[in-house]
């Protein structure tokens, strides 16, 4: 192997860079070109390939976004598209890729690689850890951070006043950065789409910890599938409890940006290290992670077909902190 291609796609997040580096210049260290692929599958589509030498990613481990751009391509998603996408690695000769992204970005190169065998190794990259395969992924620990300095400032004011607050995270399918942001935060519960939400347990709990003069309340929502859901939760538990004073705080897309965490970084680079060293060792349709610290490959149809479960007990915990035993 001599020529590979990187190239990040999906909801972009902060580490991507550090990862896009960390494959560049490894790539570099075992003698090959490198090229970077503008836009993720678009570019990969309509020829938007670039030449990336070392320095080319040079002071770029500290910054949030990705250099090389994302996309989330429909025409990939298509036989035609692909074919398209083909023909242009053969124009420029590339015989292995680097695909750094989540669930869509993985099951687009599992496609790609049934149906034209260009090797493809995968980086896990997105703020939601919800991927088989590894027990991070990359952007996590920067997203969850970024919630906690929110999380922080917004209990000044709710305790303050001795308001409800319901903040609402990102995590489509998954509650990971809701839980972690709960636990670190001292928030009063997590609502995570894993778990049917139940407004009778949190209007029971709001009950009892404003029986114990508790001056003020976090409850995190993770959005699951429904931008919005925190304001719902609101609306239903002022229903039913009307002498609470209750506001919503929506996070955003604040979550993907920043630059990343140290974890992040040392996670990022290292997964781009293996997603070329496993391209070199003859890998192929299986995406790099970090399991007990150590480096596993995992094919594609796992990381995109298996649950990665949450662990239950991170969701209990940061309901017995509030240190009584409801009874529901
Ligand atoms: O998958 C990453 C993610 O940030 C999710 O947490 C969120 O639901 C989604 O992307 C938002 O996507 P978009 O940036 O397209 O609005």
């Known amino acids: 192997m001599k020529k590979i291609a990187v190239y990040t796609s999906g909801g972009d997040a902060p580490g991507m860079n550090a990862c896009i580096r960390a494959a560049v210049r490894a790539g570099h260290y075992n003698d090959l070109e490198v090229y970077g692929i503008v836009r993720g599958y678009d570019g990969m589509i309509n020829g938007n390939f670039i030449e990336l030498d070392n320095r080319a990613v040079s002071n770029i481990i500290q910054k949030g976004g990705t250099i090389l751009k994302s996309a989330r391509s429909e025409e990939f998603r298509t036989p035609e598209g692909r074919r398209k996408a083909f023909e242009q690695i053969q124009k420029f000769g590339i015989e292995g890729l680097v695909a750094i992204g989540g669930n869509g970005t993985f099951t687009g190169a599992e496609l790609f690689y049934n149906e034209y065998q260009i090797p ?118 002022k229903e039913a409890l009307p002498q609470l004073d209750c506001r919503v705080t929506t996070l955003g897309h604040v979550q993907r940006g920043g630059g990343p965490s140290a974890a992040d970084r040392v996670l990022a680079s290292r997964l781009g290290l293996a997603a070329v060293e496993g391209l070199l060792e003859g890998r192929a349709n299986v995406m790099a992670g970090i399991i007990d610290h150590q480096v596993v490959y995992t094919p594609f149809i796992d990381t995109i077909t298996k649950r990665k479960p949450i662990n239950q007990d991170l969701l209990t915990l940061a309901e017995k902190l509030n240190g009584r035993k409801y009874k529901e």
Request: with cysteine; charged share 25%.
């Open 120 to 237: 493809c190794v995968g980086a896990p990259g997105t703020i939601d850890n919800d991927l088989f395969g590894s027990d991070f992924t990359i952007g996590y620990d920067t997203a969850v951070n970024t919630c906690l300095a929110a999380i922080d400032k917004i209990r000044d004011t709710a305790d303050a006043h001795e308001r409800v607050f319901f903040i609402e995270v990102m995590g489509r399918d998954t509650g990971y950065i809701a839980v972690r942001s709960a636990i670190s935060g001292g928030a009063e519960m997590a609502i995570i789409p894993e778990f049917p939400y139940d407004k009778n347990v949190v209007i029971n709990r709001l009950k009892h910890g404003t029986s114990d003069a508790k001056a003020s309340h976090i409850i995190i929502v993770a959005e699951g599938h429904q931008e919005g859901r925190a304001s719902m939760i609101a609306r239903d538990i």
